[in-house]
């Protein structure tokens, strides 16, 4: 089992719309968990952390559950600048800030 | 501005031709790691550094070096390269020991391919 999965998508929505990603990681020692950003062939960038109550970060909202071991990222209302790729990361527990990266769950808005 | 800098972002070159790949960075961070990112795969750690002078390695370092001589600057060096290490690479660097897990600065990312 990978330590962090995600859907690949693509998820294609329409501008405005609301999408929901989710990502499941396998360390339950796990504690430090992130949303980077990733433009086409460009370097990730951070988008938010994710906290354990959850988090929001103007149209972006990011969801923790230690229970199922899954984190979320929402999106509302979505411009054409939010296509891109994102990066599900959580730090791995047997390494000094070692973190895993999922593959990333690609986003296309459209008109 | 704060940034991290890699350098060639784009190379060609033949199997066994030693390279290396320069990072820099301007932000005084201790800890530095190089990525390898491929198709399915997603981002893969090659070697860390938590400071000068110490380097260990991560999930993926077969066929590379690498150096911490300054705080700065952390090379990854193909001594003999082959075509399965064509791949996009990126240096990041963080805060270290009293900032565990915060944000990772990537560079612009290096394009190798290996004939």
């Known amino acids: 089992r990978k330590e962090v999965e995600q859907d690949p998508g693509p998820f294609n929505v329409p501008e405005g719309a609301t999408v929901a990603f989710n990502c499941t990681y396998s360390?339950?020692?796990?504690?430090?968990f992130f949303w980077y950003r990733q433009d086409c062939r460009k370097e990730p960038k951070l988008l938010m952390s994710?906290?354990?109550s959850g988090n929001e970060d103007g149209r972006f909202t990011a969801q923790l559950n230690r229970a199922s071991q899954y984190i979320s990222l929402l999106i509302r209302d979505s411009k054409l600048s939010d296509s891109a790729t994102y990066l599900c990361?959580?730090?791995?527990?047997?390494?000094?800030?070692?973190?895993?990266f999922g593959t990333g769950t690609r986003l296309l808005v459209s008109p | 501005e704060a940034q991290v800098t890699q350098n060639p972002r784009y190379l060609i070159t033949v199997t066994g031709k030693k390279l290396t790949v320069t990072c820099s960075q301007n932000m005084n961070h201790e800890y530095m790691s190089w990525y390898r990112q491929d198709p399915g795969l997603g981002l893969r750690q090659i070697y860390y550094s938590m400071n000068v002078e110490v380097t260990d390695k991560g999930d993926v370092p077969e066929g590379y070096k690498v150096s911490r001589k300054e705080k700065r600057n952390f090379p990854l060096i193909l001594e003999s390269p082959s075509p399965n290490q064509t791949s996009l690479y990126f240096c990041?660097?963080?805060?270290?020991?009293?900032?565990?897990?915060?944000?990772?600065?990537f560079g612009p990312g290096t394009r190798l391919t290996v004939l």
């Open positions: 360390n339950s020692a796990s504690q430090s």
């Open positions: 994710v906290y354990s």
């Open positions: 990361v959580v730090n791995s527990p047997t390494g000094f800030q070692k973190l895993v």
């Open positions: 990041a660097s963080s805060l270290g020991l009293r900032y565990t897990f915060r944000e990772q600065f």
